[in-house]
């Protein structure tokens, strides 16, 4: 009981400011929590079909539970909205069941998923061949087109990055300001004036005539946009491999390329893959900036279905179930590579 | 497969027997390519440009607006020119992300110490706020803090009352306008205290030098900050009027009128974005603050420099130098972050500008261009303040 | 000759390592005291606690006839006297050689800059490297910072120097220059407490060599006992890997 009492003296009591911020933190937590967890869970309402039903004072859960499928799918047709779960059930399984494959497996699974996987996943959800309706990607929406977008930009963003932070070390004087100046332009620039240079600007630099695919425009901007970030993230790791690797793969003959293949970047890239997923992470966060060309992802969908005149005032709840997606999302993601992070110490 | 390979072998062989040709040729290839993309680029813009009957130039930039601006920090209305809306916007954008920078500065610091507490509490609250508010999306927190938060302020009717001048309500904050006489007479004052305050801390270091006397500076400077404008408001003859917020009801909408006033998007954006970025400071503080080796506090202490002394001379100088440079970069992301005030209306440049005065003009790829410049110069301009910080503290190495 | 650091009963845990037992240790004033031992054996810990950069729980430790415990005042008063030279040296990298020397004694002896410059480059006469006093510690090499930190803490005039590992973070070829100053200080009077694994230094200097080991004294003797007729045998198997 001693023991108790000089550990709560030592750690929360040690000085008057430590006092002091013990006793207004615990207060503050007193009128915080509490309440939360009220609207949250005890006065919330969970079953209902409207809003009218929602009378008991705290969250109107009815609301997400409603509008669940376009929070979901954004405008996609509901009949259509199994071409969508297919390829993303697929791609979580082999996700889970990949660290039980055996070596051959893994490699072909994996390039298999990040090459003719999303090209076939794309077709799937645009459908227009063998009888399926055509869905035009301005209906795409919700966390779909958040993954969709997200997934895109990433496979993409991260070869370019690479190949940004190998020019930028070049001593080809040429490929190397041009590097530069790529980078800083794209990381000088806020993303919003990007998307807006893709869906107004680009239009007018393309032949008279030619419509390309708002999304397709929208996706090219980002991967752009944050290819110059991972160059950057890809170039500390460049920079961090100690100089007699690069010493060595040259002694036994090795090409540029074949040094940076084989033995540069697999070290370079193992020490920055917290940068990396931070990136990516980012990627994933900055997706709703797609509003300003009125595609409307899980934000924009919930802020679309705020304005419904039968649903007004649920901008909280919608907000908080948000959040709670992406939270858990970036949570996974940041998990994951720290457990790729651990594995790849293991095997070194 | 080996096809391929075989080719690609080849080639290699060619590069390798001929150096010049190897270093010259991936170069070319990339000027041709890039040139090729700007022209055609070029091209499609000019006859898309003048199909539409839009002409190209910045003449359009002394052209009359014909639209208002909600807030400003300059006169402006309807009948000046698309410069001026720039300038508005500009203003705007500058305002926000000072006022940002401001408190994500502070709030960065606090926190970050607060991570490092010895008590369980004050460093759980730190990492939960942190993560809290790292991880939402910065446009969510804007929009949570601007339709949730600031919806919750009552109608203007029923204002919040502060020190009996202030009201606040789902409009905006509105408070007194200052009405100056005599204002550059105090400002010239403000100068005279700010070289007074600097002026008497040189002298007091050099006592201490010379002497070994010490003076309670920090104290002294704080009672010069006060003492001296004040006299110089009396003296001087400089009064302040205000015109207070009056509440009036015009067709039935109650409204208040005179004064001055902030507006909820400038809140909403404020809060927003200084409390997402002050939670990476924290992060850049804390990794300064254990950076600093064990060993350097030890050997102070050894020396007999209390905690307080440890802390200022050799804990601080030394982390800020691991602190700035990622505290610089983020004070340039938040200055691009403002830019998300177009989600919400805040007239920030991108929204007046690139958005408004677009739409208006259809003049794209100069206002764009102008856009993208302006923070393009932002950036750079930073990155060179930051280049040159680091060279000048730099530790003195071999 | 009164003693002027006394370890009664001494005892120390980390959580529930426990990695000074039962130490009873005395150092007489001008004494020179080498401690050496196989490492994690608590010698670094024990001259730690003298100068409170590390706490006992148990026992009890009086600095010039003052009892080292929580009370600040008196930590302050014990360290002004005790001088301590580091493995690391932890010279202020931000400030010169000269600058760390005075640093101490204008913001805690109260001294003016003129007094303090003239006492630390006396002070860096003595180590022999006075000529290096505008530079920074990034610019010197080890043996030279090291020197330059033993300048730092004899600047502040303690009655008491400790030196934990002052050599082992050095090149061998530097390792010379530093022994000589601590040679030199020890032939000038001063009470020295000094782990290390320089036996050559401790036969040609010390009175006294105290062997820990696994958190006890094991055999502590004047110099020349202790190297020609080691009673444990613990004592004999270090002496025999490390001469």
Same mark, same amino acid.
């Given at each position: 009981?001693?023991?108790?009492?000089?550990?709560?003296?030592?750690?929360?009591?040690?000085?008057p400011?430590?006092a002091?911020?013990t006793?207004?933190?615990?207060?503050?937590?007193?009128?915080?929590?509490?309440?939360?967890?009220?609207?949250m869970?005890?006065?919330?309402?969970?079953?209902?079909?409207s809003?009218?039903?929602?009378?008991?004072?705290?969250?109107?859960?009815?609301?997400v539970?409603?509008?669940?499928?376009?929070?979901?799918y954004?405008m996609?047709p509901?009949?259509?909205?199994?071409?969508?779960?297919?390829p993303?059930?697929?791609?979580?399984?082999?996700?889970?069941?990949?660290?039980?494959?055996?070596?051959?497996?893994?490699?072909?699974?994996?390039?298999?998923?990040?090459?003719?996987?999303p090209?076939?996943?794309?077709m799937?959800?645009?459908?227009?061949?063998?009888?399926?309706?055509?869905v035009?990607?301005?209906?795409?929406?919700?966390?779909?087109?958040?993954?969709?977008i997200?997934?895109f930009?990433?496979i993409?963003?991260?070869?370019?990055?690479?190949?940004?932070?190998?020019?930028?070390?070049?001593?080809?004087?040429?490929?190397?300001?041009?590097?530069?100046?790529?980078?800083e332009?794209?990381?000088?620039?806020?993303?919003?004036?990007?998307l807006?240079?893709?869906?107004?600007?680009?239009?007018?630099?393309?032949?008279?005539?030619?419509n390309?695919?708002?999304l397709?425009?929208?996706?090219?901007?980002?991967?752009l946009?944050?290819?110059?970030?991972?160059a950057?993230?890809?170039?500390?790791?460049?920079?961090?491999?100690?100089?007699?690797?690069?010493?060595?793969?040259?002694?036994?003959?090795?090409g540029?390329?074949?040094?940076?293949?084989?033995?540069?970047?697999?070290?370079?890239?193992?020490?920055?893959?917290?940068g990396?997923?931070?990136t990516?992470?980012?990627?994933?966060?900055?997706?709703?900036?797609?509003?300003?060309?009125?595609?409307?992802?899980?934000?924009?969908?919930v802020?679309?279905?705020?304005t419904?005149?039968?649903?007004?005032?649920?901008?909280?709840?919608?907000?908080?179930?948000?959040?709670?997606?992406?939270?858990?999302?970036?949570f996974?993601?940041?998990?994951?590579?720290?457990?790729?992070?651990?594995?790849?110490?293991?095997?070194? | 497969?080996?096809?391929f390979?075989?080719?690609?072998?080849k080639?290699?062989?060619?590069?390798?027997?001929?150096?010049?040709?190897?270093?010259?040729? %991936?170069?070319?290839?990339?000027?041709?390519?890039?040139?090729?993309i700007?022209?055609?680029f070029?091209f499609?813009?000019?006859?898309n440009?003048?199909?539409?009957? !839009?002409?190209?130039?910045?003449?359009?930039?002394?052209?009359?607006?014909?639209?208002d601006?909600?807030?400003?920090l300059?006169?402006?209305?309807?009948?000046?020119?698309?410069?001026?809306?720039?300038?508005?916007?500009?203003?705007?954008?500058?305002l926000v992300?000072? +006022?940002?920078i401001?408190?994500?500065?502070?709030?960065?610091?606090?926190?970050?110490?607060?991570?490092?507490?010895?008590?369980?509490?004050?460093?759980?609250?730190?990492?939960?706020?942190?993560?809290?508010f790292?991880? +939402?999306?910065?446009?969510?927190? #804007?929009?949570?803090?601007?339709?949730?938060?600031?919806?919750?302020? %009552?109608?203007?009717?029923?204002?919040?009352?502060?020190?009996?001048?202030?009201?606040?309500?789902i409009?905006?904050?509105?408070?007194?306008?200052?009405i100056?006489?005599?204002?550059?007479l105090?400002?010239?004052g403000?100068i005279?205290?700010?070289?007074?305050?600097y002026?008497?801390n040189?002298?007091?270091?050099?006592?201490?030098?010379n002497?070994?006397?010490?003076?309670p500076?920090?104290l #002294?400077?704080? #009672?010069?900050?006060?003492?001296? %404008?004040?006299?110089?408001?009396? !003296?001087?003859?400089?009064?302040?009027?205000?015109?207070?917020?009056?509440?009036?009801t015009?067709?039935?909408?109650a409204?208040?009128?005179?004064?001055s006033s902030?507006? %909820?998007?400038?809140?909403?954006?404020?809060?927003?974005?200084?409390?997402?970025?002050?939670?990476f #400071?924290?992060e850049?503080?804390?990794?300064?603050?254990?950076?600093?080796?064990?060993?350097?506090?030890?050997?102070?202490?050894?020396?007999?420099?209390?905690?307080?002394?440890?802390?200022?001379?050799?804990?601080?100088?030394?982390?800020?130098?691991?602190?700035?440079?990622?505290?610089?970069?983020?004070?340039?992301?938040?200055?691009?972050?403002?830019?998300?005030?177009?989600?919400?209306?805040?007239?920030?440049?991108?929204?007046?500008?690139?958005?408004?005065?677009?739409?208006?003009?259809?003049?794209a790829?100069?206002?764009?261009?102008?856009?993208?410049?302006?923070y393009?110069?932002?950036?750079?301009? !930073?990155?060179v303040?930051?280049?040159?910080?680091?060279?000048?503290?730099s530790?003195?190495?071999? | 000759?009164?003693a002027?650091?006394?370890?009664?009963?001494?005892?120390?845990?980390?959580?529930?390592?426990?990695?000074?037992?039962?130490i009873?240790?005395?150092?007489s004033?001008?004494?020179?005291?080498?401690?050496? &031992?196989?490492? &994690?054996?608590?010698?670094?810990?024990?001259?730690?606690?003298?100068?409170?950069?590390?706490?006992?729980?148990?026992?009890?430790?009086?600095v010039? &006839?003052?009892?080292l415990?929580?009370?600040?005042?008196?930590?302050?008063?014990?360290?002004?006297?005790?001088?301590?030279?580091?493995?690391?040296?932890?010279?202020?990298?931000?400030?010169?050689?000269?600058e760390?020397?005075?640093?101490?004694?204008?913001?805690?002896?109260?001294k003016?800059?003129?007094?303090?410059e003239?006492?630390?480059m006396?002070?860096?006469?003595?180590v022999?490297?006075?000529d290096?006093?505008?530079?920074?510690?990034?610019?010197?090499?080890?043996?030279?910072?090291?020197?330059?930190?033993i300048?730092?803490?004899?600047?502040?005039?303690?009655?008491?120097?400790?030196f934990?590992?002052?050599?082992?973070?050095?090149d061998?070829?530097?390792?010379?220059?530093?022994?000589?100053?601590?040679?030199?200080?020890?032939?000038?009077?001063m009470?020295?407490?000094?782990?290390?694994h320089?036996?050559g230094?401790?036969?040609?200097?010390?009175?006294?060599?105290?062997?820990?080991?696994? &958190?006890?004294i094991?055999?502590?003797?004047?110099?020349?006992?202790?190297?020609?007729?080691?009673e444990?045998d613990?004592?004999?198997?270090?002496?025999?890997?490390?001469?």
């Amino acid at each position: 009981m001693n023991k108790t009492l000089t550990y709560i003296k030592t750690k929360f009591f040690s000085s008057p400011v430590d006092a002091f911020l013990t006793i207004s933190i615990s207060y503050l937590i007193y009128i915080t929590i509490p309440p939360l967890i009220d609207w949250m869970f005890i006065k919330a309402t969970f079953a209902g079909e409207s809003k009218k039903e929602c009378v008991a004072g705290g969250a109107c859960w009815i609301f997400v539970k409603t509008w669940f499928n376009r929070f979901l799918y954004g405008m996609y047709p509901n009949e259509e909205v199994w071409r969508i779960n297919l390829p993303f059930v697929f791609l979580v399984v082999s996700i889970v069941a990949y660290r039980f494959l055996n070596e051959k497996l893994k490699k072909h699974l994996f390039l298999f998923l990040t090459i003719p996987f999303p090209i076939l996943a794309l077709m799937l959800f645009s459908g227009g061949f063998l009888g399926l309706e055509q869905v035009d990607t301005r209906e795409w929406g919700g966390l779909f087109l958040t993954l969709v977008i997200s997934i895109f930009a990433i496979i993409f963003c991260f070869p370019l990055g690479v190949l940004l932070a190998m020019g930028r070390r070049s001593n080809l004087p040429v490929i190397r300001y041009f590097s530069i100046g790529f980078i800083e332009f794209w990381r000088g620039v806020p993303l919003i004036t990007v998307l807006f240079m893709a869906g107004v600007m680009f239009p007018l630099l393309l032949p008279s005539g030619t419509n390309m695919d708002k999304l397709v425009r929208v996706i090219i901007a980002i991967t752009l946009f944050e290819a110059a970030y991972m160059a950057e993230v890809v170039r500390g790791g460049l920079q961090a491999v100690g100089r007699g690797q690069y010493d060595a793969s040259k002694a036994i003959g090795m090409g540029y390329w074949k040094s940076h293949i084989f033995i540069i970047l697999p070290q370079a890239l193992k020490l920055v893959i917290p940068g990396i997923a931070n990136t990516f992470i980012a990627l994933f966060k900055d997706t709703p900036l797609v509003f300003v060309v009125g595609l409307l992802e899980i934000l924009g969908m919930v802020n679309l279905a705020k304005t419904n005149p039968a649903w007004l005032g649920m901008a909280t709840e919608g907000y908080v179930f948000v959040a709670l997606v992406y939270w858990i999302f970036c949570f996974a993601m940041s998990r994951y590579s720290l457990s790729i992070e651990r594995k790849l110490k293991t095997t070194n | 497969m080996s096809f391929f390979q075989n080719h690609l072998e080849k080639i290699d062989q060619f590069l390798n027997d001929h150096p010049k040709v190897k270093f010259l040729l %991936p170069q070319a290839i990339l000027i041709v390519l890039v040139v090729s993309i700007i022209s055609y680029f070029s091209f499609n813009a000019s006859s898309n440009l003048s199909a539409r009957g !839009i002409n190209t130039g910045f003449g359009f930039l002394s052209n009359k607006a014909s639209f208002d601006i909600q807030f400003s920090l300059i006169e402006f209305d309807s009948s000046m020119s698309y410069g001026r809306a720039y300038l508005v916007g500009l203003l705007n954008t500058i305002l926000v992300s000072v +006022i940002g920078i401001l408190f994500a500065t502070i709030l960065g610091f606090v926190f970050g110490i607060l991570r490092l507490s010895s008590n369980p509490l004050a460093s759980g609250l730190a990492t939960c706020y942190i993560e809290l508010f790292r991880n +939402i999306s910065l446009l969510l927190q #804007i929009f949570f803090w601007y339709f949730t938060v600031l919806r919750l302020l %009552p109608q203007a009717e029923n204002s919040i009352v502060l020190f009996d001048v202030i009201y606040a309500n789902i409009k905006g904050i509105y408070f007194p306008k200052f009405i100056w006489t005599n204002l550059n007479l105090f400002i010239y004052g403000l100068i005279f205290t700010f070289i007074a305050i600097y002026l008497f801390n040189s002298y007091a270091n050099r006592l201490r030098e010379n002497t070994g006397k010490t003076l309670p500076q920090f104290l #002294i400077s704080i #009672i010069i900050l006060i003492i001296l %404008p004040t006299l110089v408001f009396f !003296i001087f003859g400089v009064e302040v009027d205000f015109a207070h917020p009056k509440l009036e009801t015009r067709m039935g909408i109650a409204n208040f009128i005179g004064g001055s006033s902030i507006i %909820p998007e400038f809140l909403a954006l404020a809060f927003a974005l200084s409390l997402y970025t002050s939670t990476f #400071i924290a992060e850049n503080v804390r990794a300064g603050i254990l950076g600093i080796d064990k060993g350097q506090k030890e050997a102070a202490a050894s020396i007999g420099l209390t905690n307080t002394q440890v802390l200022r001379l050799i804990v601080i100088p030394q982390a800020l130098r691991i602190i700035i440079p990622p505290t610089t970069n983020q004070y340039l992301n938040l200055t691009k972050n403002s830019s998300l005030a177009a989600a919400i209306a805040y007239p920030d440049i991108v929204l007046v500008f690139a958005g408004t005065a677009l739409m208006q003009t259809g003049r794209a790829i100069e206002i764009v261009t102008i856009t993208m410049l302006t923070y393009l110069t932002l950036s750079i301009t !930073i990155s060179v303040f930051m280049n040159w910080y680091n060279k000048k503290v730099s530790l003195t190495e071999r | 000759m009164s003693a002027i650091i006394q370890l009664k009963d001494v005892n120390k845990w980390y959580g529930d390592f426990h990695v000074l037992k039962d130490i009873n240790f005395e150092v007489s004033e001008k004494e020179k005291v080498v401690i050496c &031992g196989p490492s &994690g054996s608590g010698k670094s810990t024990l001259i730690r606690c003298i100068n409170r950069l590390e706490e006992h729980q148990k026992g009890e430790i009086v600095v010039d &006839g003052m009892t080292l415990d929580e009370n600040t005042k008196n930590i302050s008063a014990i360290r002004s006297e005790v001088g301590m030279v580091f493995q690391q040296f932890n010279l202020f990298p931000h400030l010169s050689i000269l600058e760390n020397c005075t640093l101490a004694q204008i913001w805690v002896k109260k001294k003016t800059k003129k007094e303090s410059e003239t006492l630390a480059m006396e002070y860096l006469n003595k180590v022999q490297i006075s000529d290096q006093s505008h530079k920074f510690p990034g610019q010197l090499s080890g043996g030279q910072q090291q020197r330059a930190a033993i300048a730092r803490a004899l600047c502040m005039e303690p009655k008491i120097m400790l030196f934990d590992e002052p050599t082992s973070a050095l090149d061998p070829e530097m390792i010379k220059e530093v022994l000589d100053v601590m040679v030199d200080l020890a032939k000038g009077g001063m009470t020295m407490c000094v782990v290390t694994h320089e036996m050559g230094f401790a036969k040609e200097v010390a009175d006294r060599v105290v062997f820990m080991d696994e &958190g006890n004294i094991v055999e502590a003797k004047k110099t020349k006992d202790f190297f020609e007729n080691p009673e444990n045998d613990r004592t004999k198997l270090f002496l025999s890997q490390i001469l």
